[in-house]
Structures are given as C-alpha cells and as structure tokens.
C-alpha cells in the first residue's frame, strides 16, 4: 500500500509554490514590474508573511554591505499591474528601523563616526523595475 501511495504522489503533476499560492483564484496577475528590496535579515519573516498573504510572490537571498556593512536579505516581488502601491506599504508595515551607536559595533563601520554618534539602520531600501517578459514554468 505504502508503494502505491509513493508511486501516485510521484506521478502528480507538480505545482510550484507561486501557483499554489494563487491556487484557487479565478485568474492569475500578469507580473508586469519587479520590485527588489532590501531589508534587515530580522525584519525576513515579517515582511515574507505581510507580501505573501497579499498574493505576491516573492523570493529572497543574503547580501551584505551598505554603510555599516551589516547582514541584509534582497526580496525580489514580482508585481501585477498597479500592486506597487500595496508592496510598499506592506513593506513598510513589515520592517523596522533601530538606532545604533558605532561605538557598538566592533569597528564595522566603514567611516569613523564620534563616540556616541546615533545612526538609524534598518527599514527597506527599494528599487522597481519595469518588465520586457516574465516566464514562470
């Protein structure tokens, strides 16, 4: 029995998780634009969960730099016509900013700031791209 079951679950067409999220809708958003943003890796979670329940589907990888050089996480949505609007404040729900002092930060740094010296970090750093194509299979 348990080979059976193996055999048909292995013969199922296979359906990859941005149609299984629009699974169930009556039609599917053509991705006309591509939104990259950049976030904090604590904020991934948050802002995975606010962009997914609004039907986007969205990927991620690690990346580092920027003033204080520290770890980051690039989402790349892709966006129906006119959802940009939604992304963005979905983003803004999802992110947060903190304060740091350099003092704190071992020398990461690039530019040497005075003792004491508050810098905002976190948030989300976007940029949007229009598309020529887009092809999902």
Excluded: C
Aim: proline share 7%.
């Amino acid at each position: 029995q348990l080979v059976g079951e193996v055999d048909a679950a292995l013969n199922e067409e296979y359906l990859p998780w941005p149609g299984l999220l629009r699974e169930g809708q009556a039609t599917s958003l053509k991705v006309t634009r591509l939104m990259t943003a950049v976030i904090r890796d604590w904020d991934l979670e948050n802002a995975l969960s606010a962009l997914t329940q609004l039907g986007f589907a969205v990927d991620h990888f690690p990346s580092a730099g920027g003033f204080l050089n520290r770890s980051n996480v690039t989402l790349m949505i892709g966006l129906p016509g006119g959802r940009e609007e939604a992304a963005v404040k979905a983003l803004k729900r999802a992110t947060s900013g903190h304060v740091v002092f350099p003092e704190n930060m071992g020398g990461s740094a690039p530019l040497p700031l005075p003792a004491g010296t508050p810098v905002r970090v976190g948030g989300a750093t976007i940029f949007t791209f229009d598309l020529d194509s887009y092809e999902e299979f």
